[in-house]
């Protein structure tokens, strides 16, 4: 599958982390392409120490640390060697709340897991989560969807400088969860 169709394929599905007071799910709501040969992928430069998960083959996990304080979680998307994936963008919580809330009690439930870094918070992903298979029970995994999806919409991605031409950005339109500017989410 490559990544265009991957991300939109994970709309509605779950996303599920593991901890050990209890487990969090969340409905992935929004994602992003990253393709190969795409000049705001990471892998485009090439294969390097920091970006050696997104080689991997689909269905694991890449994670990153960006701006200081903020990890993103992507999926593999293409197979083995080939450098793409899809941004995790936002989730709808379904279960875990109270633990997506701990220290962040100051978020209303709707900005929990609006946005990746928020995403990343709640979920508690960090670095020992990179290279995991989110297609096997574990720490991390993704789930089927639990519900039906709404219409899936499509826009430019959000917060590039290259290739942000590109329609490449999938979300549940009208859902509440969903970040980004509002001429971006209806």
Not at 12 to 26: F, M
Not at 50 to 74: C, D, K, P, Q
Not at 147 to 162: P, T
């Amino acid at each position: 599958m490559d990544s265009a169709k991957l991300a939109r394929f994970l709309i509605g599905k779950t996303l599920v982390r593991v901890l050990p007071k209890g487990h969090i799910i969340g409905r992935i709501v929004e994602t992003e392409a990253y393709l190969p040969h795409d000049a705001a992928c990471h892998a485009f430069n090439g294969l390097t120490k920091r970006n050696r998960s997104l080689f991997l083959e689909h269905g694991h996990a890449y994670v990153y640390f960006i701006y200081g304080n903020h990890f993103m979680l992507n999926v593999c998307s293409e197979r083995q060697g080939i450098g793409a994936g899809v941004l995790l963008r936002a989730l709808q919580p379904l279960a875990g709340i109270p633990l997506m809330q701990r220290g962040r009690s100051h978020l209303a439930n709707a900005d929990l897991t609006r946005g990746p870094g928020r995403l990343a918070a709640a979920l508690r992903v960090d670095s020992t989560l990179d290279g995991l298979d989110l297609c096997a029970d574990g720490r991390l995994w993704l789930g089927q969807a639990l519900q039906s999806v709404g219409r899936v919409g499509r826009s430019v991605r959000i917060g590039i400088n290259k290739d942000v031409h590109r329609r490449l950005r999938f979300y549940e339109r009208g859902n509440p969860f969903v970040s980004g500017p509002r001429s971006l989410r209806d």
